[in-house]
């Protein structure tokens, strides 16, 4: 690897942000790019080679077909005093609004703890991220409530779990870094 490359990534890295839905605009995201990023979280590093993730894309049509079933299951789960007509309508809009919406699920092997399991799960959504950044796609990682109620719908064996949905879409916001404390407070050097 050159600079050139590390400059890049560092570049890709400090400016990678949550980016939602009201920014997204209508715009397509084609498979075969989805399916370049969904490579680059399928690199991810992996203890003992389980890569736990494992991903359900929904575009199109699937997009209806998720928002249905989102908006139905937090009707169905709120209890009617806490129930927010505007959080259910919300929770179809952003749906509807994205490109793509991934479901990230981790499928527990059994040979290495759960939390590397999820720890992994993690670096492949942190990789799709990166490198939908670098395509010039916003997103953001949500986890519902509601998300435990999800296996039948995503068709989950006994031991996978959905960990929340990948939000994506093309937008027009402008570059800017991160917001983070300082490093120094969050380090401590051995010599």
């Given at each position: 690897?050159?600079?050139?490359?590390?400059?890049?990534?560092?570049?890709?890295?400090h400016?990678?942000?949550?980016?939602?839905?009201?920014?997204y605009?209508?715009?397509?995201i084609?498979k075969?790019?989805?399916?370049?990023?969904?490579?680059?979280?399928?690199?991810?590093?992996?203890?003992?080679?389980?890569?736990?993730?494992?991903?359900?894309?929904?575009?199109?049509?699937?997009?209806s077909k998720?928002?249905?079933?989102?908006?139905?299951?937090?009707?169905?789960?709120?209890?009617?005093?806490?129930?927010?007509?505007?959080?259910?309508?919300?929770?179809?809009?952003?749906?509807?609004?994205?490109?793509?919406v991934v479901?990230?699920i981790v499928?527990?092997?059994?040979?290495?703890?759960?939390?590397?399991?999820?720890?992994?799960?993690?670096?492949a959504?942190?990789n799709?991220?990166?490198?939908?950044?670098?395509?010039?796609?916003?997103?953001?990682?949500?986890?519902?409530?509601?998300?435990?109620?999800?296996?039948?719908?995503?068709?989950?064996?006994?031991?996978?779990?959905?960990?929340?949905?990948?939000?994506?879409?093309?937008?027009e916001?402008?570059?800017?870094?991160?917001?983070?404390?300082?490093?120094?407070?969050?380090?401590?050097?051995?010599?």
């Amino acid at each position: 690897m050159s600079l050139m490359h590390f400059e890049t990534i560092t570049k890709v890295i400090h400016h990678r942000r949550a980016v939602f839905p009201p920014s997204y605009i209508q715009r397509a995201i084609p498979k075969a790019l989805i399916t370049e990023l969904l490579d680059c979280a399928n690199a991810a590093p992996t203890h003992k080679l389980t890569q736990p993730w494992r991903f359900v894309v929904f575009r199109e049509r699937g997009l209806s077909k998720l928002a249905d079933q989102l908006s139905s299951l937090y009707k169905t789960h709120t209890p009617p005093e806490q129930f927010l007509q505007k959080k259910f309508e919300s929770t179809r809009e952003k749906i509807q609004r994205s490109g793509a919406v991934v479901a990230i699920i981790v499928s527990y092997s059994g040979v290495v703890p759960q939390w590397e399991e999820i720890a992994a799960t993690a670096c492949a959504v942190q990789n799709l991220w990166l490198a939908a950044s670098a395509a010039g796609i916003g997103g953001y990682w949500s986890s519902p409530g509601t998300i435990k109620y999800m296996g039948d719908f995503l068709r989950l064996a006994e031991h996978e779990a959905c960990l929340g949905f990948f939000y994506m879409g093309y937008h027009e916001e402008p570059l800017r870094p991160a917001k983070r404390d300082p490093l120094a407070e969050k380090v401590r050097w051995e010599e």
